[in-house]
């Protein structure tokens, strides 16, 4: 899931400085879970923006706001109140913001910040795992990636900061190289390292914007 955070509410005041009234749209997915765009989030946002002297006209909560086609048909079906709206803020991650801002004629604000990719520990706790290289090698790794766990993005280590299997940079942070060779001796089999530290990157695979085309399965 996207990990999001919200912004400070005097950062959403001074985007929405130029709008009398605003539609809220939120997120029934991944900002759900970050609670940063749910339902008690966007009643939260609309109760502030009323409170700073703005009308809210509306708000909708996509099961999935970078979903382009769900979202426009939910925003179509609440045209009215958009149609009021000077505005339309969205508490999501930037696909949802961007997906919003090609389905309205409104300007289109962020309300959140989109941190990274997660995995969810517990309720309330998100942890960074992937950083969508495009270029998947986590089986040389036994499942953990460098690249998203480093915070220099080393796929061979430990570096020289290295200090009793803790993070240079972090220091109440184990050093992935530490969670690598650990998983190994758990396992009983070795990273396969040279792999990766002797081939070349592809950074091709990394270039912007990406996309995936596909025949979509018909069932």
Known sequence: MTATEAKAIEEVLESLKDAEAVFIVGCGDCATLSQTGGEFEVKEMASKLEEAGKRVTGSVIPESTCHILDTGRLLRQNKEALGQADAVLVLSCGSGVQAVAENVDR??????????????????????????????????????????RCPKGQTSGPCGGYDQGKCEVNKDQDCVWTLIYQRAEKLGVQPD????????????????????????RRT
Do not use: M, W
């Open 193 to 216: 390292l040279e792999t990766v530290a002797t081939g070349e990157e592809d950074y091709q695979k990394q270039a912007h914007p990406r996309a995936r085309v596909f025949e979509p």
């Open 107 to 148: 300007p289109v604000k962020p309300g959140c910040n989109s941190l990274f990719l997660s995995v969810v520990q517990r309720l309330g706790q998100l942890a960074e795992r992937c950083i969508c290289c495009g270029d998947c090698i986590v089986d040389h790794y036994l499942g953990i990636c460098p690249r998203a």
